[in-house]
C-alpha cells in the first residue's frame, strides 16, 4: 500500500495544508470529497460513464474528440472497486487520488492508453489485482506501463527499495516514456497534497522531488509539470523565502500591469504588419520570480512576467521577430533561436526582449501553437511511441521514426545503470548526472554525433563512444588539431578518438578528475578497483638536456643505439674579440636567425644561448661576462628538439624516418619511459640549413600520435 493510502479505522494525524502556491494557469477547481462521494455514488451502468470521471473525459476529448472512452470506464470500475475502503489520509476515498493523476495527464494531452494506465497505477502496489488481470483485461501495453510505476517492496529490498524503484522505472522509461509521464503526474498530485504528512516527511520527499523528479520534467520536456513542483518544492524547503516571494507578487498584482500596456503595443504592431497572432501575458511562477530577484536586485513590474506570441507556422515566428526589432528597441544581447537550435529536451521558441522608455525589460517568447503544446506537454503530448508516424513527426534516415522519446540523456542514463555497483552509488550518481542540465553535440569523423553534458571532456566523449573499450584511449583530436584527453569539449566540436593497439591497455587514476558523466566514471572506478596498484607507472621524469650542465655546453643527451659518434660542426658564431672558443647552450638550441647572448664560461670558452632562454638571467646572477656575438655566414646548425607523444607500437622508427627524409642527422636521441600513455623523445640533430628547421618540426608533428614538437628549453631557473 503506498504511503497515501490508509486504513479507515486508523485514520492519523490531519497537518496543515501547505502553503497555496500560484500557479502558472487556472485548471478546474475540483473539489477531491465531492469527487470522492461520486467515486462511490455515481453511475456505474456499463453503458453509461461513471459521473466521477466525466472531468477526465471532457478533458480528454478536448485533446483527442473520437477517443474510446470505453477503456476509461472499465479502468475506473476497477480502480473503485480495488480501492473501495481504502481512504487517503486527507480523509478522502482514496480513488480521487488516480483520477486527480488522470486528469492531470488528460489536460496536458495524453491519449487513451496512457490515462487507462493511470488509473490503475496503484492497484497492483495497493490491492489484490494483479498484473496479468491488467494484461487480461486491458493489454501488454497497459500492463507495462502500470508495471512501470508500480514500487518495489521495502520488505524485499529494504533501504534500497526506493532507489531501486527509480532504476526499474527508469529502464521501463527507455522502452516506454509514458511510465515517466504517469511518474510525474502522480508526483505533482502527492506534492499538492503533502500538508498531511508530517514535517519531516514532507521535506523528505520534496527533497527527491527537487533532485530527481523536476531534473526529470526537464529533460522530457513537461514545462507544466516542472514549474508546479518547483513552486511545491519551494514552498516546504525554502518556506520564508516561499513567503517573502509571494508576498511580493502580491503586491505587483495590486497595481498596474506594465506589461498589459506592451502587451496591446505588440498586438498593434502585428495588426499592422498583417500577421495573425494571439498574445498572451505569462505571470511568472514563484521559483521564477526567486531566481528574477536574486540575480537582478529588486524587481519592476515587468520582471513579473514575459509576453508570449503564439502564431500559426514556423516562418510567422521570424516574421514577429523581424517586427518586433523594427517598431520597439531590442535588447539584442537577449536574444536566443531555440528553433533553428532546439533544446535537448525538445523546446523550441524565438526568446527575445524589448526596452520601454523607462529602461524596463520586457522578455517575449514566440512560438507556434504546435511548439506552444511541446513545450507545456513535452514526451507526453508525443502520445504512444508505438503508432506509425503522423506527417509532423520525425523520420529517420533509414525511413523509421526518429524517436524523440530515447532522447541521448536517457540512453546514457540506462548505460551507466547497468554498471552501477550498488543502489546508493546508482542514488547518487543519478542526482548528479540529473544537476547536469545542460547539453552539447559533438560529431565523430564518421559524421555520427554524441551527446554529452556541458563540461564534458574527451575522456567522456571516448566511454560514450566506446565503453569499457575507451580504457584503451591514448588521445584525441580535437578540431582536427591533437589534444589531451581532459579538454574540455564545446558544442559542435569535431573530436577523433585515437586508439590504442595495446589490449592490455589501462586507464589512468588521473583520468577521474576529468570524467563528468557517470558512464565514464564508473567504467574507470570498477576498472581501478579490480586492477588494485595497476595505477603504478613511475612519475614523468625530468627533462636531462634542460640541466645547468647541458646549460653550459658541459653533458650533451644519452646517444642512442648506432648514433653516429662524431660531432658534427654547427652554424658559426663570431665574436667581437677574435680567438675564444664558442658553444651553443643545449638549453635552448640557438640556431640562425634567433637573437643570441654569449657569456664567459670555465676554461676561457663562451657558450651562447638565445636571448629569451630563462638560463640568461642565471647566468647574470651567477656573475658570467656577457661577450657580444653574432651569426656567421654558415647556415648549418644544431639543435635539439623534444616530440610529445602518446605511446604506440614503431613511434619511434616513424619519427627517426621522417627526421631522415627531411635531411636531419641524427646526433644522439633520448626516449623516456612511457607516463599515462605519454612518451617523450628527445633528438639532438644537424641539419645542414637552419632555414629548414619549421618545415622538419612540421613534418615530425604529422607523425600520428604526437601531438606536439618543440625546441628544448631549460626549465626557469
Avoid at 26 to 32: E, H, N, T, V
Avoid at 300 to 320: I, K, P, W
Avoid at 336 to 365: C, M, W
Wanted: net charge negative; with cysteine.
Amino acid at each position: 500500500m503506498s504511503a497515501e493510502a490508509t486504513n479507515p479505522a486508523t485514520p492519523g494525524p490531519v497537518a496543515p495544508p501547505a502553503p497555496t502556491v500560484a500557479r502558472r494557469k487556472s485548471r478546474p477547481g475540483i473539489d477531491l470529497r465531492r469527487l470522492g462521494r461520486a467515486a462511490l455514488l455515481g453511475a456505474a451502468v456499463r453503458s453509461r460513464l461513471p459521473d466521477a470521471i466525466g472531468h477526465v473525459a471532457e478533458a480528454h476529448r478536448a485533446h483527442h474528440p473520437d477517443a474510446d472512452l470505453d477503456p476509461l470506464r472499465r479502468a475506473y470500475l476497477l480502480a473503485e472497486s480495488s480501492h473501495r475502503g481504502q481512504m487517503r489520509k486527507s480523509g478522502e476515498p482514496y480513488i480521487t487520488h488516480p483520477l486527480a493523476v488522470t486528469l492531470i495527464l488528460a489536460e496536458l494531452g495524453a491519449e487513451t492508453t496512457t490515462l487507462t494506465a493511470s488509473l490503475l497505477h496503484d492497484t497492483v502496489e495497493d490491492t489484490e489485482v494483479t498484473l496479468d488481470q491488467v494484461r487480461e483485461e486491458f493489454g501488454e501495453e497497459v500492463r507495462y506501463l502500470v508495471d512501470g510505476v508500480t514500487k518495489l517492496e521495502k520488505v524485499d529490498y529494504g533501504a534500497a527499495a526506493e532507489p531501486e524503484t527509480f532504476r526499474k522505472m527508469l529502464v521501463a522509461t527507455g522502452n516506454d516514456v509514458r511510465v515517466m509521464s504517469i511518474k510525474l503526474a502522480d508526483r505533482l498530485h502527492n506534492m499538492r497534497t503533502l500538508g498531511v504528512m508530517r514535517p519531516e516527511k514532507q521535506a523528505r520527499i520534496a527533497k527527491v522531488t527537487h533532485d530527481v523528479l523536476i531534473p526529470l520534467a526537464e529533460r522530457l520536456g513537461v514545462q507544466a509539470l516542472k514549474t508546479e513542483l518547483e513552486d511545491l518544492v519551494f514552498a516546504i524547503l525554502l518556506p520564508e523565502e516561499y513567503a517573502r516571494t509571494s508576498e511580493l507578487i502580491a503586491e505587483n498584482a495590486a497595481g498596474e500591469d506594465p506589461l498589459a500596456e506592451v502587451a496591446d503595443e505588440v498586438r498593434a504592431v502585428l495588426r499592422e504588419a498583417d500577421i495573425p497572432a494571439e498574445v498572451l501575458i505569462r505571470p511568472r511562477h514563484s521559483v521564477s520570480v526567486h531566481r528574477v530577484s536574486r540575480k537582478r536586485g529588486p524587481l519592476r513590474g515587468t520582471d513579473f512576467g514575459r509576453l508570449l506570441v503564439l502564431v500559426n507556422e514556423d516562418a510567422d515566428c521570424y516574421a514577429v521577430l523581424g517586427e518586433l526589432h523594427t517598431c520597439l528597441t531590442p535588447v539584442v544581447s537577449e536574444f536566443k533561436d531555440f528553433i533553428a537550435v532546439p533544446k535537448f529536451n525538445l523546446y523550441q521558441s524565438l526568446h527575445t526582449a524589448v526596452a520601454r522608455p523607462d529602461g524596463q525589460v520586457v522578455e517575449v517568447l514566440i512560438r507556434t501553437h504546435r511548439m506552444h503544446r511541446a513545450a507545456e506537454a513535452g514526451v507526453i503530448a508525443l502520445g504512444n511511441p508505438y503508432t506509425p508516424p503522423a506527417e509532423e513527426q520525425g523520420v529517420g534516415l533509414d525511413g523509421e521514426r526518429a524517436d524523440p522519446t530515447r532522447p541521448g540523456w536517457l540512453s546514457r542514463l540506462l548505460d551507466w545503470q547497468q554498471a552501477a555497483p550498488d543502489p546508493d552509488t546508482f542514488w547518487s550518481t543519478l542526482r548528479d548526472d540529473l544537476a547536469q542540465d545542460r547539453e552539447i553535440t559533438v560529431v565523430r569523423p564518421d559524421g555520427g554525433t554524441l551527446g554529452l553534458p556541458e563540461g564534458a571532456t574527451c575522456v567522456d566523449a571516448a566511454y560514450a563512444q566506446y565503453g569499457e573499450d575507451a580504457h584503451a584511449c591514448i588521445g584525441a583530436r580535437v578540431n582536427g588539431r591533437l589534444a589531451a584527453l581532459g579538454t574540455v569539449l564545446s558544442d559542435g566540436d569535431t573530436v577523433q578518438l585515437l586508439m590504442g593497439q595495446d589490449p592490455a591497455s589501462e586507464p589512468s587514476r588521473e583520468w577521474l578528475e576529468h570524467a563528468q558523466t557517470p558512464t565514464a566514471r564508473i567504467a574507470i572506478q570498477r576498472w581501478l578497483t579490480a586492477h588494485p596498484g595497476a595505477d603504478t607507472r613511475p612519475p614523468e621524469t625530468a627533462d636531462t638536456a634542460g640541466s645547468a650542465d647541458n646549460a653550459e655546453g658541459q653533458g650533451e643527451p644519452r646517444p642512442a643505439a648506432g648514433a653516429p659518434a662524431a660531432r658534427p660542426r654547427g652554424a658559426d658564431v663570431l665574436l667581437d674579440e677574435p680567438g675564444g672558443s664558442v658553444r651553443l647552450a643545449g638549453c635552448c638550441t640557438p640556431v640562425p636567425p634567433d637573437d643570441i647572448v654569449g657569456f664567459a664560461v670555465r676554461g676561457g670558452a663562451v657558450t651562447v644561448h638565445r636571448v629569451e632562454c630563462s638560463m640568461v638571467d642565471d647566468m647574470k646572477n651567477r656573475g658570467r661576462a656577457e661577450i657580444a656575438v653574432r651569426w656567421g655566414d654558415t647556415a648549418a646548425c644544431r639543435v635539439t628538439l623534444v616530440a610529445e607523444s602518446f605511446s604506440r607500437p614503431h613511434l619511434l622508427a616513424d619519427l627517426t624516418e621522417v627526421i631522415a627524409l627531411e635531411g636531419a642527422g641524427i646526433v644522439s636521441a633520448t626516449v623516456e619511459s612511457p607516463n599515462q600513455q605519454r612518451v617523450r623523445h628527445t633528438y639532438t640533430l644537424q641539419l645542414p640549413d637552419a632555414a629548414e628547421l619549421p618545415a622538419l618540426m612540421r613534418a615530425m608533428r604529422d607523425v600520428p600520435g604526437v601531438y606536439d614538437v618543440s625546441r628544448v628549453r631549460a626549465p626557469a631557473a
